[in-house]
């Protein structure tokens, strides 16, 4: 088995305001997928990623983000086992976030370095 990460991206709508009982819906959402995952003997690991952050350019110029002027955002992440990419793609049609219009999973290989 390899690993691989997929993060998910999701263009929030600003007029969405969700109630506690479909954010608690949500969280189920994801909670069933990662669980079926983990009892395929999968999972990895995960976390949502915080709203703030910085960006370091190579020439040492510090930015804050996230940018307001980006409409996509990247809300967090996973690192499951698959076989091949195939198989990662079959996990990922799962994913809650597809449910949401011009959402993605993007689905990246981690590379082994051995040092």
């Known amino acids: 088995m390899k690993e691989f990460m997929m993060l998910f991206h999701h263009v929030p709508s600003a007029d969405y305001q969700p109630s506690p009982e479909e954010i608690q819906a949500e969280i189920k959402k994801w909670q069933d997928w990662i669980g079926d995952i983990a009892s395929q003997g999968k999972f990895v690991s995960t976390n949502q990623l915080a709203p703030e952050g910085k960006t370091l350019t190579a020439d040492h110029v510090v930015t804050d983000g996230p940018y307001s002027e980006l ?8 690192i499951i086992n698959a076989n091949d990419f195939d198989d990662a793609l079959e996990i990922a049609k799962g994913c ?7 959402s993605k999973v993007e689905i990246r290989p981690i590379m082994q370095i051995n040092v």
């Open 71 to 78: 409409k996509e955002i990247v809300g967090g992440y996973i």
């Open 96 to 102: 809650p976030v597809l449910v949401y219009p011009n």
